[in-house]
């Protein structure tokens, strides 16, 4: 099994609709991360949280919110999907004790916003 | 603010060629670098990273060397397969922004045989 699993794989939806975007992990990090990928763009962080009290916006917070359950579990939500939010979004943990920054990601949520 | 800029793709190769795929930085302090690979339908894992200036990275046949003084963490391999057929990414990480990846936008690679 993965360490860093995303749920959904695909999701297809309408503009307007509420998304979730969960993330769980099994490594044991506290901190966990939300990127979009968009094709020449790079990533782009959204969201990070170091541990589950600390929440923080990253480079492109509009339009998406997070929650932080626990600390395996990082979800993200567009509370009002529009087809510009369409994108490959990733999750991602790093280890506090790991002074590099080296993330550990996901296999991707692909989503479609009609 | 901090920023990453690599070369632009797609870069197509025939097996066994040499692959370079550059990568300049701007950073504030003294980042740690990586290379991250996409394989077709994955997420991105980590292929090599550097962390102090002429350090040198390096697995599965690629390296990449920190340069200060020219900002740089240029990505090579000397004989590509395949198998290398990827998206590759440069990134740094910000020690002082709680070490927050900063991505460049991706460079594809395709490897014909």
């Known amino acids: 099994d993965a360490d860093v699993t995303q749920t959904p794989r695909n999701r297809i939806t309408k503009t307007g609709k509420r998304i979730m975007l969960e993330c769980s992990q099994t490594k044991g990090h506290d901190r966990m991360y939300w990127y979009r990928q968009d094709p020449g763009l790079g990533l782009r962080l959204i969201y990070y949280?170091?541990?589950?009290?600390?929440?923080n916006k990253g480079e492109i917070s509009d339009g998406y919110s997070v929650s932080r359950q626990a600390q395996a579990k990082f979800s993200l939500s567009l509370e009002s999907a529009i087809p510009n939010q369409t994108a490959l979004y990733f999750c991602a943990t790093s280890d506090l004790r790991d002074n590099t920054g080296e993330l550990f990601f996901g296999e991707g949520s692909r989503l479609t916003v009609l | 603010g901090n920023s990453v800029t690599q070369m632009e793709g797609p870069v197509t190769l025939s097996e066994e060629a040499f692959l370079t795929i550059n990568c300049t930085y701007t950073?504030?302090?003294?980042?740690?670098l990586f290379w991250y690979v996409q394989y077709p339908g994955e997420g991105l894992q980590l292929l090599l990273k550097?962390?102090?200036?002429?350090d040198k990275g390096s697995n599965k046949g690629f390296e990449a060397t920190y340069r200060k003084e020219t900002t740089s963490f240029h990505l090579e391999k000397g004989s590509v397969q395949v198998s290398d057929s990827a998206v590759y990414f440069c990134a740094l990480s910000d020690r002082a922004a709680g070490n927050k990846l900063t991505f460049g936008g991706g460079t594809r690679v395709l490897v014909k045989p």
């Open positions: 949280s170091f541990d589950v009290k600390d929440i």
């Open positions: 550097a962390t102090k200036a002429d």
């Open positions: 950073a504030t302090g003294y980042p740690s």
